[in-house]
């Protein structure tokens, strides 16, 4: 694709993680590890004199937070908490002093108001959000500076305003407030582990999407935490990746101990499982809907700690060096990445990367146009009569959640399987057949528990994957046929 499409393409792609990214900091973990009924008994100059501690943002006036504070006394008091409902609240796990507690409260509801104005890059770029628009052959913009229906100059400098916003944003709420959190809960990054294999497919192209050498954020498996080796990824090799389903309401044509190739994937549900509702399941049998990937029959992890390690163990210096840095501001080892504090961690940390990186982008899109070169698109695989009569295609990219993949087989220039293992599969799945499990049931093993009917730390780790279950499963309906298909003449 031309070289301006790639541009705007890892445009978009950053403003996904980043917008991604905080909303599951603030929105879907940080609650996690933030007491907001605590904030109630904050005093508000103290939390201003810590937010002005840590960050230059400007919202640190003891005035701001005492307002804070009566909206919360708001929700509390009229016995509807609305967004902060359903919390542990009180609970013995909690660690962070009331004023903390403020502190992370407000920045909650400021991180509500700046995630919707970072993804307008997607509507100027791609048409919408969710699910911006990219293109075969390049993106569905124009670039005309003069033109009020293209990429104009305006919506350049709009761009431009939401990265430098972005950048402010991170750098003096995400990092400050994560950084802050992490302090009080170092236990954290020996809890947690679980696996100690990681897989990333890359992305970011620098110099197109086959030379993933020129990735921002590089390909490849880590084994056994060895980060002086970064083996080779393969997503066109039927031996690397593997789909199983022992423990899955699935079966094969072959058999339930096989492992098949996305190429070769087959979808056949085999339901086995209790009537609903039920309160267990047979965990020795089936007990998922989720499909076992492997990577050359070893279970891997997925997501930003698997990106960074990935990175890291490839001598990538922008990754060392912002790990480098987190590590020496919290005073913890470089094992504490393996832990469910590590994942968390490793998410703002990637965030801080890829909003700078926007801004080289940006910064060498408008370059580009101011050279002349305006070019988004390139037609030479447009026309379906181009297309081979019979093929089989892998896209390999990194979704927020971690390697996302899509197989497809053409044969007689439609359709013939289409199979794809999205991040949270890798991570949620069940033990494959040699009963070794996955990411998510791995990291649970050890994990302490203060009260068995209030498990936050259950919650905590679980939470540090950014689960996406939904992803991962096929829908029907109870007669087991499609609740929405498309035919295409």
């Known amino acids: ?33 933030v007491d907001v009924v605590s904030a109630l008994s904050a005093d508000p100059k103290e939390t201003s004199r810590i937010a002005k501690s840590i960050s230059k943002w400007p919202k640190t006036s003891p005035a701001y937070f005492a307002g804070i504070q009566q909206r919360v006394k708001t929700f509390v008091e009229s016995g509807q908490l609305g967004i902060f409902a359903n919390g542990y609240w009180g609970h013995p796990a909690y660690k962070l002093p009331p004023e903390v507690n403020l502190l992370a409260v407000a920045h909650y509801l400021e991180a509500l108001e700046w995630q919707k104005e970072i993804v307008k ?16 052959g390049g993106v569905p913009c124009s670039i005309n500076l003069d033109e009020v229906s293209a990429i104009n100059s305006e919506r350049l400098n709009h761009v431009g305003k939401l990265i430098d916003d972005a950048i402010e944003f991170v750098e003096q709420v995400y990092i400050p407030d994560l950084m802050a959190i992490a302090g009080f809960y170092k236990e954290w990054g020996a809890i947690g582990s679980g696996l100690k294999n990681y897989l ?24 056994d ?3 002086n080796e970064v083996h080779e990824v393969n997503g066109k090799d039927k031996e690397e990746i593997k789909e199983y389903i022992a423990h899955s309401w699935y079966k094969y044509t072959a058999g339930d101990e096989v492992g098949l190739h996305p190429w070769d994937g087959e979808t056949e549900f085999n339901y086995t499982g209790p009537k609903p509702p039920y309160r267990y399941l047979n965990v020795q ?9 492997r990577w050359k029959e070893h279970p891997m992890e997925v997501g930003p700690l698997a990106r960074l390690l990935v990175a ?14 987190a590590l020496q501001r919290l005073n913890v080892p470089v094992t504490a990445l393996f832990s469910t504090l590590g994942r968390t961690a490793a998410r703002g940390l990637e965030t801080r990367l890829v909003v700078h990186w ?3 982008f940006y910064d060498e899109l408008v370059a580009n146009i101011k050279n002349g070169d ?13 297309w081979p009569v019979e093929a089989e295609g892998v896209g390999l990219s990194e979704a927020p959640r971690g390697a996302l993949a899509h197989w497809i087989r053409i044969k007689d220039r439609k359709i013939d399987n289409y199979q794809l293992v999205v991040p949270s599969t890798w991570n949620a799945s069940p033990k494959d057949p040699k009963g070794n499990r996955s990411a998510y049931e791995a990291s649970l093993i050890g994990t302490p528990i203060a009260n068995r009917e209030q498990p936050v730390e259950i919650l905590r780790t679980i939470h540090s994957f950014d689960p996406c279950i939904a992803c991962a499963v096929h829908l029907y309906d109870p007669e087991g046929k499609h609740i929405h298909q498309l035919t295409v003449n």
């Open 312 to 325: 890291y163990a490839k001598g990538q210096t922008e990754v060392k060096e912002v790990v480098t840095e």
């Open 1 to 33: 694709v031309p070289k301006n499409a790639e541009l705007i393409r890892n445009l978009m792609f950053g403003t996904q993680f980043c917008q991604d990214h905080v909303v599951h900091f603030y929105h879907l973990h940080a609650l996690d590890w």
């Open 358 to 360: 926007m801004k080289a």
């Open 285 to 293: 049998g089936k007990y998922s809907w989720l499909k076992t990937p």
């Open 121 to 136: 890059i997607h509507t100027i770029f791609g048409g919408k959000n969710p699910h911006p628009n990219y293109l075969v």
């Open 374 to 386: 305006t070019r988004t698109f390139n037609d030479e695989k447009w026309d379906p009569s181009t």
């Open 200 to 223: 990333a497919y890359g992305d970011l192209p620098t110099r197109g999407y086959n030379q993933p050498e020129g990735f921002k954020f590089p390909r490849g498996a880590i084994l």
């Open 225 to 227: 935490r060895n980060l």
